[in-house]
């Protein structure tokens, strides 16, 4: 059996893009107004992922309950939407963030992918199986 001898360039060229770090996503912490105008939600760091709380209401419906009464768990309907939990479990995918989002007007969680666009916007998708819907929330002021 014959050794095949690379040349050194080729091995530290190899080296240096196996040492290479992976391509990190846009940070996408921050207060951000909802595509509908009626909260901002605050992404922060929680623990070893990203989390989104909503802390503003800006739009009250008349009638409409200020608690997750639509939560499937019965233990939760009681607790405030203000500071609720909109945005779970985000991690860096590279391009993107993936997680959970949460929609207390109908008491279901959905797989997310969030990205800042390049106008400084971000695009939240919530997911069922391959079909997903795009929002653009806006920087809040």
Not at 16 to 45: E, F, K, L, N, Q
Not at 110 to 116: F, L, N
Request: aromatic letters at 6%; charged letters at 15%; hydrophobic letters at 40%.
């Amino acid at each position: 059996m014959r050794s095949i001898a690379l040349p050194a360039a080729l091995i530290a060229l190899t080296a240096t893009i196996a040492a290479a770090p992976a391509h990190a996503a846009t940070p996408i912490t921050g207060r951000w107004t909802t595509a509908d105008g009626a909260g901002i939600v605050t992404i922060a760091p929680c623990g070893a992922t990203l989390c989104g709380r909503l802390t503003t209401i800006l739009k009250h419906e008349p009638g409409r309950p200020t608690t997750d009464v639509a939560n499937k768990d019965p233990a939760l309907r009681s607790r405030p939407v203000l500071g609720l939990p909109i945005l779970t479990g985000f991690t860096d995918a590279g391009s993107d963030w993936r997680g959970q989002i949460y929609d207390p007007r109908n008491g279901k969680t959905y797989k997310s992918i969030v990205s800042r666009n390049a106008n400084g916007t971000l695009a939240v998708k919530g997911c069922i199986a391959f079909f997903c819907q795009t929002q653009t929330w806006t920087a809040a002021k």
